[in-house]
């Protein structure tokens, strides 16, 4: 299926209109990926309302200009698929988010990794930039694809070559994230790549997106995550509050994360997030 996706739609909700036509380059590369993670939000809802979505960056794409987000194949799918149509050089890969629970490292499949190539800069000689916006609390800008340290607002980030990936590369989390690291596969991977693994994390009931409803956003100073009823802000100011009620609840997602729910909508969708929240706090006593 062609990537043909509704430019003008996208930026709008970006809110850069303006880069309509505008040449490939760094500085815009960068107003695209921060405005993508500040206003497009990593999410999994969908999940919870009995909604089943794929892998197509067109139907991605669709969600997005119509006010909503999506997780790593839906954001990085539709997000290359924006960054082609504006004449960028855009390569998918087979990359692997390791969590905190100590698993194996390595391009296991759960995530769509980008890299951008064909902007040479101070930074990345080779012209050669990690883009993500599919990991959460991960990036706010694109990473050059060199190996060194970075400083992305709060957070310092490692990237360096994958030590169990030939050829490929390791993103390495800051402490203060949700989960330790990323790596990915040097070749080009097919959205068909990901299929099989987004059906098991839309359906599987280990799945951490079908256990519990979540949100995520990042910005400039940290990022903000909804998990269930537990809302943390990481990085500048942190804290973590436990949404009392349902109009705490769906104000957050509105307010913070963008996401405005009709009625019926909600309706489905609180006692889901309610039920998951009272199972968590009673296990969490059991232990």
């Known amino acids: 299926m062609s990537d043909t996706i509704d430019v003008p739609g996208y930026l709008a909700r970006l809110g850069l209109p303006e880069l309509a036509g505008h040449e490939p380059s760094v500085p815009a590369l960068r107003a695209l990926h921060r405005a993508h993670a500040e206003r497009v939000p990593y999410e999994c809802l ?11 960056p067109v139907e991605s794409a669709r969600r997005i200009v119509n006010g909503r987000g999506g997780y790593c194949f839906h954001l990085n799918g539709a997000f290359s698929a924006l960054l082609r149509a504006l004449g960028y050089q855009v390569t998918r890969h087979v990359g692997g988010v390791q969590g905190n629970a100590d698993p194996p490292a390595g391009a296991t499949g759960n995530h769509l990794v980008l890299t951008v190539s064909g902007l040479p800069s101070a930074e990345s000689p080779g012209g050669d930039w990690l883009a993500d916006l599919g990991m959460g609390d991960g990036l706010h800008g694109p990473l050059p694809l060199v190996e060194g340290t970075y400083t992305d607002g709060p957070f310092r980030y490692g990237l360096r070559r994958s030590g169990v990936e030939p050829g490929g590369w390791r993103f390495d989390h800051d402490p203060q994230g949700g989960f330790r690291g990323m790596d990915f596969r ?21 799945s951490g997106f079908v256990r519990v409803a979540m949100a995520a956003r990042r910005d400039a100073t940290g990022a903000d995550v909804l998990r269930g009823l537990t809302l943390t802000r990481i990085g500048a100011d942190p804290s973590r509050t436990v949404l009392p009620d349902e109009v705490t609840y769906f104000h957050a997602l509105a307010d913070i994360f963008g996401i405005v729910l009709p009625g019926p909508d909600r309706a489905v969708l609180w006692p889901r997030v309610l039920e998951s929240h009272e199972r968590h706090q009673q296990a969490q006593a059991a232990a």
Do not use: K, N, W
């Not at 969908?46 to 197509?56: G, K, N, Q």
């Not at 790549?193 to 009931?205: A, K, M, Q």
């Open 46 to 56: 969908e999940i919870h309302l009995d909604r089943p979505t794929t892998v197509c």
């Open 186 to 206: 040097a070749g080009p991977a097919r959205m068909a790549d990901f299929r099989e693994r987004h059906e098991e994390l839309i359906t599987s009931p280990e």
